[in-house]
């Protein structure tokens, strides 16, 4: 079997999104995000194969059943992806799925292999009212939007600047796509990024939402702040938020919750060594 690779665009997304999909994905499946796609077929995509250059895994969409054969599938991760994931320098071959039917399709594929797997969590805003207003920013910190004015101003005068352009780079592959469709804040102290939250992916009007900060700030309550901020901003214009995080990943799940957002589903994300 042999996939081709396409680039995200909105025919496709409507060809393979549907309301189970994974908002990350979803983003570069709609050509918004960075990315890499292969698809079974360009003008009818029955299935879609998608690699975030962030997220450094895999996703699944659309229908695997009577549209795959096992053995060509088998073929094409041996040969194409493992070398895709080798010339990386990434040493993991980890994935995801949208729907509970591609993991013992895949698991058979990759029978060979020793599976491993951990839980990823998403916590959504259910109602605008639920944004916690009671956060107050900690001293000694300024705050801004990273909209065009700050990127294409302040932020050339941050000394530590690249952690904001790299994860614009990583997520939507330009700051001119960031600044059409996405947008977030940070904190400053002593002119270096503290602290910041972004909307890293999009798909229509869900924003997946990312937050870095960094020692020794942790811990302040800075990223709460932020991501207040930033809600507060997308609710203007009926975005809905989601935000993702590993289960063991405490700390952001109780910036989220103080923030507003409430737990929504849980989801496999399983990988093996290459």
């Known amino acids: 079997m042999y996939l081709n690779q396409i680039s995200g665009n909105q025919y496709l997304a409507d060809k393979i999104i549907n309301t189970s999909s994974d908002m990350m994905y979803a983003g570069i499946v709609s050509g918004n995000n960075i990315g890499v796609i292969w698809a079974d077929d360009i003008s009818n995509p029955a299935f879609c194969m998608i690699w975030s250059e962030h997220l450094k895994g895999f996703h699944f969409m659309g229908s695997c059943y009577g ?19 080798r010339n ?3 040493n993991f071959f980890e994935f995801s799925c949208d729907s509970h039917e591609w993991f013992p399709f895949i698991c058979d594929i990759l029978s060979n292999r020793e599976i491993k797997e951990y839980k990823q969590y998403y916590y959504k805003l259910v109602d605008p009212k639920n944004i916690n207003k009671d956060i107050n920013l900690p001293a000694g910190y300024d705050v801004f939007e990273m909209n065009e004015d700050f990127i294409y101003g302040r932020l050339k005068n ?10 614009i780079e990583e997520t939507w592959g330009n700051v001119s796509k ?8 940070l904190a400053v102290q002593n002119n270096r990024i503290c602290s910041f939250v972004s909307t890293r992916f999009r798909y229509k009007d869900n924003y997946s939402i990312g937050a870095d900060t960094y020692d020794p700030h942790k811990k302040k309550g800075l990223s709460s702040f932020l991501s207040v901020s930033l809600f507060n901003n997308i609710i203007k214009n009926n975005g ?14 109780k910036t989220a919750c103080k923030a507003g957002l409430t737990f929504s589903h849980e989801y496999e994300v399983r990988w093996f060594d290459v």
């Open 158 to 167: 941050i000394e530590n600047r690249e952690v904001i352009q790299f994860d």
């Open 178 to 185: 960031f600044i059409k469709y996405g947008t977030g804040y």
């Open 88 to 90: 990386k320098n990434i």
């Open 240 to 253: 809905n938020i989601w935000w993702d995080c590993s289960a063991e990943n405490i700390a952001s799940q």
């Open 67 to 85: 549209h795959i054969n096992k053995n060509d599938l088998r073929t094409f991760i041996d040969d194409t992806i493992i070398s895709f994931l």
